[in-house]
């Protein structure tokens, strides 16, 4: 059987892969991911060191020497963290900011106090969607979640008719729109353009918010007719400040970093030319560290000082909105440590030479990697960063358009039905106060609306574009 060293690729020319090493790396990636997966799901280790421990699995079986698989590991994991781990900390900060300084408040009661009852669920999800631009998931569902029972209480409202859009709002800019890690992690591995997969990932969102929230969640408030459940309410951050920003300042610090990374990408498509004095200006100004570092400066002015807080408030809250992201940051990490074991041990290549026998198309071949890992591991971001990892060759002769879909494909695939082996799931059912069943007919069909919706979407902007 012919060996296999973490090296192949790095021949120029690649050396043509056997068939005898074809099922050799078929197993190895197989017996990795399912390393992963059993850490994960049967011993409840944490994502960081089950990646680390797969990744060094998979490139004893893929035959590679143990210290060659650690010197890949440990690039991948360095050059993951250096391309994406300044925006995660950054996205973080503007998060905290938000949130301690009653500007995500300020943002929710204006669009409340403007919406008719009819209007209400489509209130919820324009609120969920403005409000996940800069949050993390888990950070914006704690955050939307007073809001959700509140409105749902005082309206007399079914808990799934609010709560399935704000939800949906959530996961989708999950999923789909940087700075989330999952597709800052697939951008930096399939060498995408960060502003043209914001441009396509705001069109895809659009629809698929709209089917998965609002529409949805008629069907839903009848599969599971509760109310919002009899407790007290958690406190809203802004209840212990005498002053918050004004909805204009918050609403344009959020979209501050949006706007410069979409004006760059305009440019870069009016101007095309990399020595136009223009295009430089707007390469740096629109690059994500500069947008969210702007964001986050004008933040602590917009946000942080309306709000009364002091310097010391203000260091204090920066240094709250990192601590959270330490795992995070490790997880992706690892995951990028992961994905370049991957390529190392010949399997982007194995990929690429089995494709061009299918007929499936690389956009659904990568949607189909992120939905069965998604499954397996109950991880979105793991599943982005292992599919990223997976089908990275497949971008090479692709368009900067599609290889954008592609990120997109992978986001839409990490969503897929999540069920009891996602945290996700268990933050949803207790704080909505739900059965296993109930989440799994609300929560998880919406996840699975999202990421057939998307990947359809993705698909069918492809064959236009």
Same mark, same amino acid.
């Given at each position: 059987m012919?060996?296999?060293?973490?090296?192949?690729?790095?021949?120029?020319?690649?050396?043509?892969?056997?068939?005898?090493?074809?099922?050799?790396?078929?197993?190895?990636?197989?017996?990795?991911?399912?390393?992963?997966?059993l850490?994960?799901?049967?011993?409840?280790?944490?994502?960081?060191?089950?990646?680390?421990?797969?990744?060094?699995?998979?490139?004893?079986?893929?035959?590679?020497?143990?210290? =060659? +698989?650690?010197?890949?590991? /440990?690039?991948? !994991? #360095?050059?993951? @963290? *250096?391309?994406?781990? $300044?925006? %995660? &900390?950054?996205?973080?900060?503007?998060?905290?900011?938000?949130?301690?300084?009653?500007?995500?408040?300020?943002?929710?009661?204006?669009?409340?106090?403007?919406?008719?009852?009819?209007?209400?669920?489509?209130?919820?999800?324009?609120?969920?969607?403005?409000?996940?631009?800069?949050?993390?998931?888990?950070?914006?569902?704690?955050?939307?979640?007073?809001v959700?029972?509140?409105?749902?209480?005082?309206?007399?409202?079914?808990?799934?008719?609010?709560?399935?859009?704000?939800?949906?709002?959530?996961?989708?800019?999950?999923?789909?729109?940087?700075?989330?890690?999952?597709?800052?992690?697939?951008?930096?591995?399939? =060498? +995408?353009?960060?502003?043209? /997969?914001?441009? !396509? #990932?705001?069109? @895809? *969102?659009?629809?698929? $918010?709209? %089917? &998965?929230?609002?529409?949805?969640?008629?069907?839903a408030?009848?599969?599971v007719?509760?109310?919002?459940?009899?407790?007290?309410?958690?406190?809203?951050?802004?209840?212990?400040?005498?002053?918050?920003?004004?909805?204009?300042?918050?609403?344009?610090?959020?979209?501050?970093?949006?706007?410069?990374?979409?004006?760059?990408?305009?440019?870069?498509?009016?101007?095309?030319?990399?020595?136009?004095?223009?295009?430089?200006?707007?390469?740096?100004?629109?690059?994500?560290?500069?947008?969210?570092?702007?964001?986050?400066?004008?933040?602590?002015?917009?946000?942080?000082?309306?709000?009364?807080f002091?310097?010391?408030?203000?260091?204090?809250?920066?240094?709250k909105?990192?601590?959270?992201?330490?795992?995070?940051?490790?997880? $992706?990490?690892?995951?990028?440590?992961?994905k370049?074991?991957?390529?190392?041990?010949?399997?982007?290549?194995?990929?690429?030479d089995?494709?061009?026998?299918?007929?499936?198309?690389?956009?659904?071949?990568?949607?189909?990697?992120?939905?069965?890992?998604?499954?397996?591991?109950?991880?979105?971001?793991?599943?982005?960063?292992?599919?990223?990892?997976?089908?990275?060759?497949?971008?090479?002769?692709?368009?900067?358009?599609?290889?954008?879909?592609?990120?997109?494909?992978?986001?839409?695939?990490?969503?897929?039905?999540?069920?009891?082996?996602?945290?996700?799931?268990?933050?949803v059912?207790?704080?909505?106060?739900?059965?296993?069943?109930?989440?799994?007919?609300?929560?998880?069909?919406?996840e699975?609306?999202?990421s057939?919706?998307?990947?359809?979407?993705?698909?069918?902007?492809?064959?236009?574009?």
């Amino acid at each position: 059987m012919t060996r296999l060293s973490v090296e192949m690729l790095a021949a120029d020319p690649v050396e043509p892969i056997t068939s005898a090493g074809h099922a050799q790396l078929g197993i190895a990636v197989l017996a990795g991911i399912a390393v992963i997966v059993l850490l994960i799901t049967k011993f409840k280790m944490h994502a960081f060191l089950a990646l680390t421990i797969g990744s060094l699995a998979l490139g004893a079986f893929a035959g590679a020497p143990l210290d =060659k +698989a650690i010197t890949s590991f /440990t690039t991948g !994991l #360095g050059s993951t @963290v *250096a391309g994406v781990g $300044v925006l %995660i &900390a950054l996205g973080a900060i503007l998060g905290k900011l938000l949130a301690d300084s009653g500007g995500a408040d300020q943002i929710v009661d204006t669009i409340l106090a403007k919406a008719s009852p009819r209007s209400m669920p489509w209130a919820m999800v324009l609120i969920a969607s403005v409000i996940g631009l800069p949050l993390f998931f888990e950070v914006g569902i704690v955050l939307l979640i007073p809001v959700v029972l509140m409105v749902a209480k005082r309206g007399n409202y079914s808990l799934m008719r609010i709560g399935i859009p704000a939800l949906a709002g959530l996961s989708v800019m999950h999923g789909l729109i940087p700075p989330h890690p999952g597709p800052l992690v697939a951008v930096d591995a399939v =060498k +995408a353009n960060l502003g043209l /997969t914001l441009a !396509l #990932g705001v069109l @895809v *969102a659009i629809p698929t $918010v709209i %089917i &998965a929230g609002p529409l949805f969640s008629k069907v839903a408030a009848r599969w599971v007719d509760v109310q919002a459940p009899d407790r007290m309410l958690p406190q809203r951050p802004s209840e212990d400040l005498e002053n918050r920003p004004g909805f204009g300042a918050t609403l344009a610090t959020i979209l501050l970093p949006v706007v410069l990374m979409l004006s760059k990408a305009l440019v870069d498509i009016i101007v095309d030319d990399s020595t136009h004095t223009v295009q430089r200006v707007f390469d740096v100004i629109g690059s994500p560290l500069i947008a969210l570092l702007a964001a986050v400066i004008v933040g602590m002015f917009t946000l942080g000082r309306p709000a009364g807080f002091t310097k010391e408030r203000l260091s204090s809250t920066v240094e709250k909105g990192l601590m959270p992201i330490a795992g995070i940051l490790l997880i $992706v990490g690892a995951g990028g440590g992961f994905k370049q074991t991957l390529i190392d041990s010949g399997v982007g290549q194995m990929i690429l030479d089995i494709s061009k026998d299918w007929s499936i198309p690389a956009l659904l071949l990568a949607w189909l990697i992120a939905v069965a890992i998604r499954l397996a591991t109950g991880s979105a971001t793991v599943a982005t960063i292992s599919a990223a990892g997976l089908v990275a060759p497949l971008a090479a002769d692709m368009s900067s358009t599609h290889t954008a879909l592609l990120v997109l494909a992978i986001g839409a695939g990490s969503v897929f039905f999540s069920h009891v082996n996602d945290a996700g799931f268990w933050l949803v059912k207790e704080y909505f106060g739900l059965s296993v069943g109930q989440t799994l007919k609300t929560w998880s069909v919406m996840e699975t609306i999202i990421s057939v919706v998307a990947g359809g979407l993705v698909l069918l902007l492809s064959l236009v574009i």
